[in-house]
C-alpha cells in the first residue's frame, strides 16, 4: 500500500508565504510524476502544478512567477513554495503522485487527504 501525507497548511496574510510537503510511503518502487491540486469551495478541482521524475515543471498561470514545486527523491517529498499569495489562492491542497509499487506493480495515481491553505487578513 502507498500512503501520501500533506503538510504545512495554515492561515497566513495576503503576501505572505507557506511551503507544503507531500511525503510519500509503503510499498514503493519508483515515483513517476507528482502534482498539486487544489480546490476551492464551490469550485471543482484544479490542477496547479506539476513535476516529472526528471524534474520538468508545469504550472497554472495562475501561480506562475509566485508557486515553485520541486521534489527531493531521495526523501519521496514533494514541496509548493507558495510566496506572494492571495486571498483566491484560498483551498484545500491536494497532492497526488503516480507509483509502480512493489505489491501493485501497474502504475497507479494516489492522492493525499488534503491540506487547508488560507489566505486572509
Known amino acids: 500500500q502507498v500512503q501520501l501525507v500533506e503538510s504545512g497548511g495554515g492561515l497566513v496574510q495576503p503576501g505572505g508565504s507557506l511551503r507544503l510537503s507531500c511525503v510519500v510511503s509503503?510499498?514503493?518502487?519508483?515515483?513517476?510524476?507528482m502534482r498539486w491540486y487544489r480546490q476551492a469551495p464551490g469550485k471543482q478541482r484544479e490542477l496547479v502544478a506539476a513535476i516529472t521524475s526528471g524534474g520538468t515543471t508545469t504550472y497554472v498561470d495562475a501561480v506562475k512567477g509566485r508557486f515553485t514545486i520541486s521534489r527531493d527523491n531521495a526523501k519521496n517529498t514533494v514541496y509548493l513554495q507558495m510566496n506572494s499569495l492571495k486571498p483566491e489562492d484560498t483551498a484545500v491542497y491536494y497532492c497526488?503522485?503516480?507509483?509502480?509499487?512493489?505489491?501493485?506493480?501497474?502504475?497507479?495515481?494516489?492522492w493525499g487527504q488534503g491540506t487547508q491553505v488560507t489566505v486572509s487578513s
Open positions: 497526488n503522485a503516480d507509483v509502480r509499487g512493489t505489491i501493485v506493480t501497474v502504475p497507479y495515481t494516489y
Open positions: 509503503g510499498s514503493i518502487f519508483v515515483i513517476y510524476t
